[in-house]
């Protein structure tokens, strides 16, 4: 598979992770199609979930990022109410860890790039996340924005660099 | 190498490369020993660049953290004075992604691990930025504590799964 080919396949599987586990978790969740972008276009963001992948040709890092409303709505979607979400707190971060791990696997399930593989998710917490990459060294990223509904956004980037 | 050795072997490697390419580089680092500790320990994280770390039996991340007052002795350091250093700016962005870069691959280079495979650096910014770890999965934490002359804190946390 040629390096730009690969790229496309990554994208298209963690984003068919994310609507399909996100699905299954009990979330309502769209891919607004019309906002998908290169670069980095993130906003608000609390919480950060980085896998690493790496496999031949190609290695970056796939963020899942969450503004405040969407890590409240999947922790209370989640736990059926059972949580109260609270940033950083033990509890509520298993809930992030354990959908980001499943997003994780199910793209590498899902995509048809057999020899990839991925870290566990590490998470990370603060106020007004972003993530920069440089596009001049080869670095390409892409940002898909999701909607959660009532409300919250989700940001799935991936940044990759193909050999 | 037995599970346990490897990830100390990896520990060694990354402070040992932190050490080295930080000096090469100009700056005044030192490993604060008596506080290096099991879990994530930081404080006042405003840039981190995270590593994925995937070889035969091990995968996870490592993290290279900075407080505002490393962030800005760093980038003076590197430039010459040159730069004035500004969060998430392009130009102060890519001093940091150099210096995780040439960390990351001293690493490598030094480690006895031979089949390791690392992502290229991703950049975080914001503010109050911490990694938590939840050591019931399999997840082992490590913070090494670095210090800056005249100032800064440099915090790397190492987080790794070991099959």
Redesign the interface.
Known sequence: MAGMDKLVALVNSFASAVLSVGREVGLNITLNKAKVSQGVKVEN?CT?A?????GVGS???V?IMLNKDAFENIIKTMSGGMIAPQL?D?VS??VI?ELSNMIGGRALVQSSLGTV????P?????????????ED?G?KSFTLPFSLDPSGGVFLVL?F?ID
């Open positions: 963001i950060a980085l896998i690493g992948v790496v290695r970056g890092t963020n950083g033990d971060m298993s860890g593989d991925v870290t566990p590490q998470l990370i917490v603060g106020e007004n996340i972003k993530n920069v990459t440089k060294t670095m940044s660099k």
